[in-house]
């Protein structure tokens, strides 16, 4: 069973950045490549950013242009860079991984394995 272990997460003003991390306890689990998404109080989890190692980059609608979604090298970690922050990104972000080869990486069950989440809120 592979361990996904998110860190990075705080308290942030509206118009700061952060830094989201997160690492695969076994790359053989996230061989394919490795999303974000976020949840917030009443809502479902939603997608947010996903990289594939073969070089497929996706993001949602509502954060193109502020985030940027990156891999480290050994393909067991990623990272999420968030500039321009906004109240409306304050949720619990998880990353995700998954052993299934697909073409789609925006949907919940694209997705095997779960990290516990991190906190992201912004003031306003």
């Known amino acids: 069973q592979v361990q996904l272990v998110e860190s990075g997460g705080g308290l942030v003003q509206a118009g700061g950045s952060l830094r989201l991390s997160c690492a695969a306890s076994d790359r053989t689990f996230s061989r394919y490549g490795m999303g974000w998404f976020r949840q917030a109080p009443g809502k479902e989890r939603a997608f947010v950013a996903a990289?594939?190692?073969?070089?497929?980059?996706d993001y949602a609608d509502s954060v193109k242009g502020r985030f940027t979604v990156s891999g480290g090298n050994a393909k067991n970690t990623v990272y999420l860079q968030m500039n321009s922050l906004k109240p409306e990104d304050t949720a619990v972000y998880y990353c995700?991984?998954?052993?299934?080869?697909?073409?789609?990486?925006?949907?919940?069950?694209?997705?095997?394995?779960w990290g516990q989440g991190t906190q992201v809120t912004v003031s306003s």
């Open positions: 995700a991984t998954r052993v299934r080869y697909g073409s789609s990486w925006s949907q919940v069950n694209d997705y095997d394995y």
């Open positions: 990289i594939t190692w073969s070089g497929g980059i």
